[in-house]
């Protein structure tokens, strides 16, 4: 889990709240008061209140207002094999680590590949992969995805395409 994780106050407007997540470089914001987990505010959450409210000055929003409240968490004794399955069961990607109340991290699906890039395999399961059928049909390709894996090009984890022989990932592909 990441103990560092990046927060904010309910009443932070959105503004300043993409401006945390883009000089950060994170995708999701705890949302806290003292110790206490409030919710989370993710890309999403912020993509929505434009669109809805897009009269309204970002700077008039707060996290409070458009924040997930239900949050789904998990205990820091909790291994790898139980985060994965919350998320897949939750279908989320990001799970607050909650102690006596307390938020004392943040464990992500980025997180998870980095400590084993072979459970990219499981974790491909809970995140919807786009298809590419239409792209490939307009530029006359065919391929096949194969599996998830490690490329056999490059060394980099993800769905894996036959080419001349190889199991090899878009990337390498498209070269």
């Given at each position: 889990?990441?103990?560092?994780?990046?927060?904010?106050?309910?009443?932070?407007?959105?503004?300043?709240?993409?401006?945390?997540?883009?000089?950060?470089?994170?995708?999701?914001?705890?949302?806290?008061?003292?110790?206490?987990?409030?919710?989370?505010?993710?890309?999403?959450?912020?993509?929505r209140a434009v669109v809805?409210?897009?009269?309204?000055?970002?700077?008039?929003?707060?996290?409070?207002?458009?924040?997930?409240?239900?949050?789904?968490?998990?205990?820091?004794?909790?291994?790898?094999?139980?985060?994965?399955?919350?998320?897949?069961?939750?279908?989320?990607?990001?799970?607050?680590?909650?102690?006596?109340?307390?938020?004392?991290?943040?464990?992500?699906?980025?997180?998870?590949?980095?400590?084993?890039?072979?459970?990219?395999?499981?974790?491909?399961?809970?995140?919807?992969?786009?298809?590419?059928?239409?792209?490939?049909?307009?530029?006359?390709?065919?391929?096949?995805?194969?599996?998830?894996?490690?490329?056999?090009?490059?060394?980099?984890?993800?769905?894996?395409?036959?080419?001349?022989?190889?199991?090899?990932?878009?990337?390498?592909?498209?070269?």
């Amino acid at each position: 889990m990441t103990r560092n994780f990046i927060w904010v106050l309910p009443s932070e407007n959105l503004k300043e709240c993409a401006r945390t997540m883009v000089k950060k470089r994170v995708g999701s914001l705890i949302v806290k008061e003292g110790d206490k987990l409030r919710g989370i505010l993710t890309e999403k959450d912020i993509i929505r209140a434009v669109v809805k409210k897009s009269k309204e000055d970002l700077g008039e929003i707060l996290a409070k207002d458009v924040m997930q409240r239900k949050v789904v968490t998990i205990k820091p004794s909790a291994d790898i094999t139980e985060a994965l399955s919350k998320m897949k069961k939750k279908k989320v990607r990001r799970l607050p680590v909650v102690e006596s109340g307390k938020v004392i991290g943040m464990i992500t699906t980025n997180d998870i590949i980095k400590i084993d890039p072979g459970l990219f395999e499981l974790i491909a399961e809970t995140v919807q992969i786009r298809d590419e059928t239409e792209k490939m049909k307009v530029s006359g390709k065919t391929r096949e995805s194969v599996r998830t894996g490690i490329c056999e090009e490059c060394g980099e984890s993800g769905i894996l395409y036959h080419d001349k022989g190889l199991l090899i990932c878009e990337k390498c592909y498209n070269k």
